[in-house]
């Protein structure tokens, strides 16, 4: 059973940085394919981020492109999510989910707010 765990959310002033970690057990991490999402209070989910097996990466959410950055440490079994210059908009649940032979995976999700 793949288990992903999600940390490193919490509370920050506008144009703070947070990195985001997601600790994923039970399988091969290097075989998935890892995402970030997030979810706003009455939004639907969104996707953030992609990083491919090897460890190349596509930010897919326009409002984050230039300020979040994804990454992945295959030997550490880890995705991160470094965001800088947070803003009010950032607030959201992040979500990381890996997708592979074994189907689709989700963390718990973990909570993003960007208040002063």
């Known amino acids: 059973q793949v288990q992903l765990v999600e940390s490193g959310g919490g509370l920050v002033q506008p144009g703070g940085s947070l990195r985001l970690s997601c600790a994923v057990s039970?399988?091969?991490?290097?075989?998935?394919?890892m995402n970030w999402y997030r979810q706003a209070p009455g939004k639907e989910r969104e996707l953030v981020a992609f990083?491919?097996?090897?460890?190349?990466?596509?930010t897919t959410a326009t409002s984050v492109k230039g300020r979040f950055t994804a990454s992945r440490d295959n030997a550490k079994n880890t995705l991160y999510l470094q965001m800088d210059s947070l803003n009010r908009d950032d607030t959201a649940v992040y979500y990381c989910?890996?997708?592979?032979?074994?189907?689709?995976?989700w963390g718990q999700g973990t909570q993003v707010t960007v208040s002063s």
């Open positions: 989910n890996a997708r592979g032979p074994g189907g689709s995976y």
């Open positions: 039970g399988s091969t991490f290097s075989t998935y394919t």
């Open positions: 990083v491919a097996r090897g460890g190349s990466t596509l």
